[in-house]
């Protein structure tokens, strides 16, 4: 196995591009990535998408995507992992330069969401559930997450408002963030006080979903040190699957996927959550953070609400989540989420994250989730 | 249309159509196709409430019905399902409630699709 770099990385704004294409967001994206580097240099393009077949009615994005960014004729895939397309699309860049085949692999994620009206957006999302025994009853993610958030709360005796800094702390560093949807802080009262989107969820406990795409150039060692910037490299990267359907599981209340590849990166990278500096979760709600934060190993069972009461996500604490704004401030961009995740992992190890740098972070997690975790793709990026 | 699935899920949502183990006595939900030492078993419809909410953002062809309470139920015989729950208001539920099945209409398929039909939980009365 080669060892595996990213060398280079990019992101449109997270926002309503009412008069822009998938195509003309990653074209601006990708030429972000790029810097210095010619771009007939990348070897295949894959792309990570969810929504794309079903609210597009348009297929074959990578072969799309190719086109619109200028790379006619290369190989171009995309990958459908919903809310993990992100993770696993660099998965698949990671194991194509990690074995030689390719030097240089751009990854671009891109959603356009706002081209259809709500209620079909909410369908398009819950095509990440179980179409025969969840959707057909009227279920959505939303809705998946309040149940998940109630039956915590039920569990381990905590009220609504204990989950508000997840939003609040994903508001304060979004404010620093100039490509988020949402630049401007949010109270714990405000979050309280805000009318329930799927009691018990909190309107402003819930990300709102808008277009974007971003781009990482992953690339082997001897491209990587031919550029002479500070170097991230891919040292752990696994992905895992759980029950398609949330009932479907022993323990709802258990991300068995996201436990899994959070474990299989750490493992392959050498190193346990203690190392990790600054993370990125699928965090659409404080609930989701809570559990993936538990599955991770970051937090007890049961606890995980308390690392944000504590203050241990802001980013001085323990572990700093959500230092772009996370789903809620940055916008949940659903499959290009992934990539989003590792343009802003990218810019904290090298330093470059502003207002909203984690001092000295040189290890970094990134996770994201494909519906309540039915995917999880995990990844630990360590500057050299 | 979907006709053939909604067809071939007639059973299971109809009259709550499991499948039974003969060996390990195992009961699971949704039935799985294929395999021969699992058996037909219809479970009873008797279950408890393990989570819920109000749904007030709605999938599409789910306008007229929203808001509405989906559920998942801890059914009596071990599976849990993802249901909505019917006649009843969202004050009277509450975790571990006891509810029972009734057969409702899901979904509106529109003047081309079907009515499809299929089970819904309510307030235990029985």
């Known amino acids: 196995m080669q060892p595996v770099y990213i060398i280079g990385s990019g992101q449109t704004a997270v926002a309503e591009h009412w008069d822009r294409t998938a195509g003309s967001l990653a074209a601006e994206a990708l030429q972000a990535a790029l810097g210095p580097i010619a771009k007939h240099r990348i070897q295949a393009l894959y792309v990570a998408n969810a929504l794309g077949s079903a609210l597009h009615v348009q297929s074959q994005l990578g072969a799309a995507i190719a086109s619109a960014t200028g790379l006619h004729g290369a190989e171009a895939v995309a990958f459908d992992a919903a809310g993990a397309s992100g993770g696993v699309v660099l998965r698949q860049a990671y194991l194509a330069v990690a074995s030689g085949v390719y030097d240089l692999v751009a990854v671009v994620g891109v959603e356009k969401v706002t081209d259809v009206l709500d209620a079909r957006l909410e369908d398009g999302l819950a095509l990440a559930s179980d179409a025969d025994w969840e959707a057909v009853h009227g279920s959505t993610l939303t809705a998946q997450w309040a149940m998940l958030m109630r ?68 690339a082997s060692a001897g491209i990587a040190h031919e550029l002479g910037s500070p170097l991230v490299r891919i040292a752990g990267s696994a992905v895992a699957t759980d029950a398609l359907a949330l009932h479907g599981r022993p323990d709802p ?122 995917t999880a793709a995990t990844h630990v990026l360590v500057a050299e | 249309m979907d006709l053939a699935k909604h067809w071939r899920q007639r059973a299971a949502r109809y009259r709550l159509e499991g499948q039974r183990n003969p060996t390990s006595g195992a009961v699971r939900f949704p039935p799985e196709p294929g395999e021969t030492d699992w058996q037909p078993f219809a479970l009873s419809g008797q279950g408890t409430v393990y989570s819920f909410t109000v749904v007030r953002q709605p999938p599409a062809g789910l306008a007229e019905e929203a808001p509405y309470i989906l559920a998942m139920v801890k059914l009596a015989e071990g599976p849990m399902i993802t249901a909505q729950l019917t006649d009843c208001d969202p004050e009277q539920i509450t975790i571990d409630l006891p509810v029972e099945m009734v057969t409702r209409r899901l979904r509106d398929l529109g003047p081309d699709g079907l009515l499809v039909y299929g089970y819904k939980f309510r307030p235990q009365i029985s």
């Open chain 1, 253 to 374: 209340l258990w991300l068995g996927a996201a436990a899994r590849s959070a474990a299989g990166a750490l493992g392959s990278a050498g190193l346990s959550t203690g190392d990790v500096q600054v993370l990125e979760l699928t965090d659409p709600h404080g609930i989701a953070a809570t559990l993936a934060l538990e599955a991770c190993g970051f937090a007890e069972r049961g606890v995980g609400v308390q690392l944000a009461r504590e203050g241990a996500i802001t980013l001085t604490g323990a572990t700093p989540l959500a230092t772009g704004g996370g789903c809620k401030a940055r916008g949940d961009t659903v499959g290009a989420n992934g990539v989003f995740q590792l343009v802003e992992l990218t810019r904290q190890l090298r330093g470059e994250a502003g207002k909203a740098q984690v001092n000295g972070a040189r290890v970094a997690l990134a996770q994201c989730l494909g519906g309540i975790g039915a």
């Open chain 1, 151 to 218: 039956r915590y709360m039920h569990q381990y005796g905590y009220d609504a408002i204990d989950f508000a800094p997840f939003p609040v702390n994903a508001h304060a560093n979004g404010a620093a963030n100039p490509k988020a949807l949402y630049r401007f802080p949010i109270t714990a009262e405000k979050v309280r006080s805000a009318g329930a989107i799927a009691d018990p969820l909190s309107l402003l406990d819930s990300a709102t979903v808008a277009d974007g795409a971003a781009v990482v150039l992953v």
